[in-house]
Nanobody, 115 residues
Framework: QVQLVESGGGLVLPGGSLRLSCKAS????????MDWYRQNPEKQRESVAT???????NYADSVTGRFTISRDNAKNTVYLQMNNLKPEDTGVYYC?????????WGQGTQVTVSS
């Protein structure tokens, strides 16, 4: 059974940093692309960052230069380092992968950027 478990969210001041983690189980982690999405009540769920099994990355324009996605295949974990956070980064952040023709999502972790 595939499971994705996120951690690392919280409340942070504008300009601050957070690092999210997502630990995967039930898949051969190293071969699958992993994504971070986010959702807030005012918007649809949007893709934030993607990392392929080979380590290639892609980012939404709104986070380029501020967020960094990385992975540790030995730990079956993908990370999202978020710097210079802005209030518009507030939302629930979800880890995602598509494996064996199915989409898998974590439970989400809340990130709130507010003074």
């Amino acid at each position: 059974q595939v499971q994705l478990v996120e951690s690392g969210g919280g409340l942070v001041l504008p300009g601050g940093s957070l690092r999210l983690s997502c630990k995967a189980s039930g898949i051969i982690f190293s071969i699958y692309a992993m994504d971070w999405y986010r959702q807030n009540p005012e918007k649809q769920r949007e893709s934030v960052a993607t990392i392929t099994g080979g380590g290639n990355t892609n980012y939404a324009d709104s986070v380029t230069g501020r967020f960094t996605i990385s992975r540790d295949n030995a730990k079956n974990t993908v990370y999202l380092q978020m710097n210079n956070l802005k209030p518009e980064d507030t939302g629930v952040y979800y880890c995602h992968t598509r494996a064996l023709a199915r989409n898998y999502w974590g439970q989400g972790t809340q990130v709130t950027v507010s003074s």
